[in-house]
């Protein structure tokens, strides 16, 4: 019995590198934009008249206090290819549940399943959730999963530029269940040496890094160097420079997928893969493998199975140096 199931195991474990080692040729180096709360027009202003293959996510908070206008601006990012995630019901953090591992489901409750049918109600079907000020653990990670797969919070080390801030890069070698952006906006201070710097280091690694921001002002505007705002001239020069080192604009669910390939999108959720086709809404409660311990079923068992095949792969890969 112990004979079959080492052969299984060696079967299984086979099958999930040779799925991993296909993927490897797909991870182009790339950058994911990504924008926060609802500053539907200045995105929309943004991104929308452009004819280039410049991709960004937009997630959305508060949908239920969107006018109809917002609604179409968004909808009209999502004709363009960009995708829409979600960012909340009422931008409520986790740490307004004081992190608390037993209030997980009163937040999936409150926060997560609220907002989704809000923009199922209205035809949008998120796959990707970021945590409002980037508050999370991984509790609440098990626990918002089932319904939006593909998690994103907020990373921020002001004693590193950014070419060096390993946490907001990834690629299909890396193991994650979470990905991590570094902040556009003015009050960080990043300047375009900086991230051109960070921009070559993905390229050179073929990794992905992760961005994020909230408002887009024209220089003109008197917003132009607020706290939470990027320039839309800095914006340009960091979408040209990395249209000139040929980086991939990826969509957020698309970047997560370069290496997550294996873990089963959701039973429940809310959507089809390219964000327009029909779902079933979300169930009114959590199924009981996703509760509050920290555990999350059918995923916590592949998610630590592909993580043992990683590390197979890595030393294996040490073995036989091309
Ligand atoms: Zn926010």
Sequence with gaps: MKGLFSKLTVICLSAMLLAINSQAATNQPGIVLTFDDTSTGLWHNFFAGRTDN????????QWHTL?????????????????????SRNHIGVGQYLFDPN??????????????????????????????SGERNENYDAAIRPYLPYLRTTYYDPARPLAQNDQIY???????????????????????????????????????????GHYIFDDASGDADSQYAIRASKLNQIIAI????????????????????????????????????????????????????GGGGSFHLSYLLLVFALKVRQSFKKTITI
Aim: with cysteine; aromatic share 10%.
């Design 54 to 61: 410049v991709r960004a996510t937009f997630f959305v908070s």
């Design 67 to 87: 006018s109809a206008a917002q609604i179409q601006q968004l909808r009209d990012l999502q004709n363009h290819g960009h995708e829409i995630g979600c960012h």
């Design 103 to 132: 209030r997980t489901l009163e937040y999936v409750n409150t926060e997560v399943i609220p907002a989704i049918r809000n923009m199922n109600n209205d035809g949008f079907y998120p796959l990707s959730f970021s945590y409002p």
């Design 170 to 212: 990834h690629n299909s070698d890396k193991v994650y269940a979470v990905l991590a952006g570094a902040s556009l906006d003015n009050r960080y201070g990043v300047t375009i040496a900086e991230i051109e710097q960070a921009l070559i280091r993905a390229k050179n690694n073929h990794e992905i890094i992760s961005l994020y």
């Design 242 to 293: 990395a249209q000139r080192l040929g980086l991939r604009f990826y969509t957020f669910h698309e970047a997560f997928e370069v290496q997550n390939q294996l873990i089963p999108l959701p039973v429940s959720s809310a959507g089809s893969v390219n964000n327009t086709g029909t779902a079933t809404a979300p169930p009114d409660a959590i199924p009981q493998t996703n509760n509050n311990n």
